[in-house]
């Protein structure tokens, strides 16, 4: 990515905020789920953020992402962006996301240009996840956390960004059938809470 279109990209991040849709229930409902519940508002929302890292390959951008591993009590198996809950030393979620991306996959935060954010994400279980978008130009170090990261692998931006790609999937979830985006690239199932990010990335980057 030159750097150019490295500003391209700042300035839509910048300019298009509010066109992505913002939780799970948003994109269910978007979807065509009709009374669907949601937890208590008066459950107070945790911050936190993930880092939606763009990758510099000679054949094009892409996305780094992360598979959990299968013994984890939360989202176990499951495709997600490196991230967490926000902690009383991280200054902002930029600082968060950088540090959990270290924490997880070894990548240093020197080695990430910040460039924006997307739309914060409110997930079913009462997230508010900010996505740092930043650039990652090669060569890069990562030593991936065996207890939390099973597998870290990149999926072509050009492929995430395609409509094509977007699959509108329903699944039964505590008893109620919520339709949801998934983005399945090779063995990869991505899905849920990702899936809807990385949805709110196509409509900013995409012409």
Request: proline share 8%.
């Amino acid at each position: 990515m030159v750097d150019d279109h490295r500003e391209q990209v700042r300035r839509l991040l910048a300019e298009r905020r509010g066109l992505g849709l913002r939780s799970d229930v948003a994109i269910a409902r978007s979807l065509g789920a009709a009374d669907l519940s949601r937890p208590s508002g008066t459950e107070t929302l945790r911050p936190a953020a993930v880092l939606v890292p763009l990758v510099e390959r000679a054949d094009g951008m892409t996305v780094l992402l992360t598979r959990r591993t299968d013994h984890l009590h939360h989202h176990a198996g499951q495709i997600s962006f490196p991230g967490g809950r926000l902690e009383e030393e991280d200054a902002s979620p930029v600082a968060c996301a950088l540090r959990e991306a270290e924490e997880e996959t070894g990548l240093a935060p020197a080695a990430v240009e910040v460039l924006g954010t997307l739309d914060d994400y409110v997930t079913i279980t009462r997230f508010a996840v900010t996505p740092v978008v930043g650039v990652v130009t090669p060569p890069f170090d990562l030593r991936p956390d065996p207890f939390e990261v099973a597998e870290v692998f990149e999926v072509p931006l050009a492929f995430v960004l395609d409509p094509a790609n977007h699959q509108k999937v329903e699944r039964t979830i505590n008893g109620q059938l919520r339709p949801y985006y998934a983005i399945p690239y090779q063995e990869y199932y991505i899905w849920g809470a990702t899936a809807g990010m990385l949805i709110n990335l196509s409509h900013v980057l995409r012409p």
